[in-house]
């Protein structure tokens, strides 16, 4: 049976850079991903923060308070809810993850629902930091390293940069090759480890005639000394 990996690439944006200070999402996106390749299904969604953005969010997202005033509240079903069975129960792929995890589970928090746990997060920054130690492991640099197009990237924005990070996550994994390697994990196998398939105690019986094996040998006469098979 084949297994399938399904993965969350996931971003916010928000109006400042502390969670525990007062600052909220104003975006989240996020990209599906079965056995690392993004199959299509997207969510994303503005979000009012009941707070002004502050101008350095303005500059690098051009998302401004004018934007949000209209957009629906974290805790509206149609946002939270949406949000959570998007997820599901899957990994979360994100760069910097400790930042995105730090906002959404002040904002799972905030409405009485537990976090998501830290075990569920997958740090694509931490990745490739080890794959590329001392090299910049921003995403645009990670972007430009594995040859991904940043033309349509003029500003952050959640749904974008998940979009870019889907690419990235499977680069880093070994690129497109690796999602349709034989070696994925699959249901049965001890420890997530291929084993090689075991030996019969007892061969089985030959389904080859006597006429079959006498006419194979004939064919072979006629192939001449140099045959292949003659050599064995």
């Not at 080890?130 to 594995?146: E, N, T």
Request: hydrophobic share 40%; charged share 25%; proline share 5%.
């Amino acid at each position: 049976m084949t297994t399938h990996i399904r993965e969350i690439a996931f971003d916010t944006e928000t109006t400042g850079l502390y969670p525990n200070d007062g600052d909220r999402i104003i975006e989240i996106g996020a990209v599906e991903m079965i056995n690392h390749i993004p199959t299509g299904k997207t969510f994303r969604s503005l979000i009012n923060p009941r707070r002004l953005v502050s101008e350095d969010t303005v500059r690098i997202t051009g998302i401004t308070d004018e934007h949000l005033k209209d957009a629906p509240f974290f805790e509206e079903e149609h946002v939270i809810g949406a949000l959570l069975e998007f997820i599901g129960d899957d990994l979360l792929v994100a760069h910097n993850a400790g930042f995105d995890r730090g906002f959404l589970n002040m904002e799972l928090a905030l409405c009485g629902r537990a976090p998501i746990e830290d075990h569920r997060w997958i740090d694509t920054a931490a990745m490739a930091r080890r794959k590329f130690p001392g090299a910049p492991a921003s995403l645009d640099a990670l972007c430009k390293r594995f040859d991904i197009s940043l033309e349509s990237r003029t500003l952050h924005g959640a749904l974008l940069d998940s979009q870019l990070l889907a690419s990235v996550y499977l680069e880093l994994l070994g690129g497109r090759a690796r999602a349709f390697s034989f070696d994925v994990p699959a249901e049965g196998m001890e420890g997530g480890v291929r084993r090689s398939a075991r030996q019969r105690p007892q061969p089985l019986a030959s389904q080859i005639t006597e006429a079959e094996r006498a006419a194979h040998a004939a064919f072979i006469e006629t192939l001449g000394p140099d045959c292949l098979w003659k050599q064995a």
